[in-house]
């Protein structure tokens, strides 16, 4: 019985250090970089790690061509690709601060704190 008190005990005290291991976790995402591309590269989106947009390049040659549907339809792809890629980085953090372990919840937790982490999805 005693044994089971203490387990519960241990379990409060890491659950104490959670909101400030969440805000390092998210420190860190905000200073990872992603980018996503589409058409071969004509249109690059790069993110931060937490799914935020920091920076929009569009190919001067598509410019040049004054094709603003393509563009249009480009820049999604773009923007999914790289939060594809930032949600991967979020769920890597993840996984290491629950040491592997997928625990309900986690996820929308991270979101709470990375301001919606994905982005565009």
């Known amino acids: 019985m005693f044994k089971g008190l203490s ?3 241990s379990l409060m005290q890491q659950a104490q250090k959670l909101p400030a291991k969440m805000e390092e976790i998210n420190r ?3 200073s990872e970089r992603v980018s996503g591309s589409a ?3 004509m249109v690059t989106v790069e ?3 937490a799914g935020e947009v920091t920076a929009v390049r569009i190919e ?3 410019m040049a061509q004054g ?5 249009e339809d480009l820049l999604p792809g773009a923007i999914n ?3 594809a890629k930032a949600k991967a980085l ?3 953090s993840m996984q290491g601060l629950t040491g592997g372990i997928s625990l309900p919840g986690m996820e929308a937790a991270l979101a709470k704190f990375t301001g919606g982490g994905g982005g565009a999805n």
């Open 81 to 83: 690709d790289a939060s």
């Open 60 to 62: 001067q040659e598509l």
């Open 7 to 9: 387990d519960i005990a």
């Open 90 to 92: 979020q769920a890597e």
């Open 67 to 71: 094709d603003r549907e393509l563009i």
């Open 39 to 41: 058409g071969g590269g």
């Open 28 to 30: 860190q995402l905000q």
């Open 47 to 49: 993110m931060n790690g």
